[in-house]
């Protein structure tokens, strides 16, 4: 089993809501991942966090809002989607940030209607 | 720039039967390279992770070899299963440029009976 957690698994919403996608590990691991997957292809980095600070944004539009409570916490705050920001959305840690190997959540699958 | 290239892009085999997938890449300065299961709408889970000095490392019936010098790697896997069915993602990460490791466009494995 994966010890990165993300809630929720599945998610629906519409072009106007507010929802936020949470990802939690326990590892002691300082570097959090959001990426973004669409069907058959690789996952695309979307944001970066190092030791709690933002340290990449892949020029990510501003719907996507990440935040990171403290070390072993990531949200992904959402709002005023489109249709095409459908998508399985993955968490991601690692021990440092400096190139290591990941682990990765399960993922959200995001539907947007 | 930085690439990675994952052959093939996909391929059938009989269950019991033995396959191999390639992966090239030019990142540089190489740091490790990490191979990926990924089943249909579930996060990557981790086979195998290789820094320049290792050229061999087994996860069961998953073995990854690396030539550092031709930037070759490949991943074996011997006496499929049909569970064995997922894409296949190699990912190279660089000593620099941190936090943003190159994914190859994976391999989508299907093993029947």
């Known amino acids: 089993d994966t010890e990165v957690t993300q809630t929720p698994k599945h998610l629906v919403m519409g072009m106007t809501n507010k929802k936020s996608l949470k990802c939690e590990q326990h590892?002691?691991?300082?570097?959090m991942y959001w990426y973004k997957q669409k069907a058959k292809k690789p996952p695309e980095l979307m944001f970066v966090?190092?030791?709690?600070?933002?340290?990449i944004n892949e020029s990510v539009p501003s719907r996507f809002s990440p935040e990171c409570p403290n070390s072993s916490l990531l949200n992904l705050h959402l709002h005023a989607l489109q249709p095409e920001d459908s998508a399985l959305y993955l968490c991601?840690?690692?021990?440092?940030?400096?190139?290591?190997?990941?682990?990765f959540g399960s993922g959200t699958r995001l539907t947007v209607v | 720039k930085n690439q990675v290239e994952q052959s093939p892009q996909s391929l059938i085999i009989l269950e019991g039967k033995n396959c191999t997938l390639q992966?090239?890449?030019?990142?540089?300065?190489?740091?490790?390279l990490r191979w990926y299961k990924q089943d249909t709408g579930r996060g990557p889970v981790s086979l195998t992770i290789?820094?320049?000095?290792?050229n061999t490392k087994s996860n069961g019936r998953y073995t990854a070899t690396l030539d550092a010098d031709t930037k070759q790697s490949s991943l074996h896997i011997t006496a499929s299963q049909l569970s064995d069915s997922a894409s296949y993602i190699c990912?190279?990460?660089?000593?620099?440029?941190?936090?943003?490791?190159?994914f190859g466009d994976g391999t989508t494995l299907t093993v029947k009976p």
């Open positions: 990912v190279v990460s660089a000593k620099t440029n941190a936090g943003k490791s190159t």
């Open positions: 966090y190092s030791y709690e600070k933002l340290s």
């Open positions: 992966c090239n890449y030019t990142v540089s300065p190489f740091s490790n």
């Open positions: 991601a840690s690692s021990q440092d940030g400096q190139g290591d190997g990941y682990t």
């Open positions: 290789m820094t320049f000095s290792e």
């Open positions: 590892m002691g691991h300082r570097a």
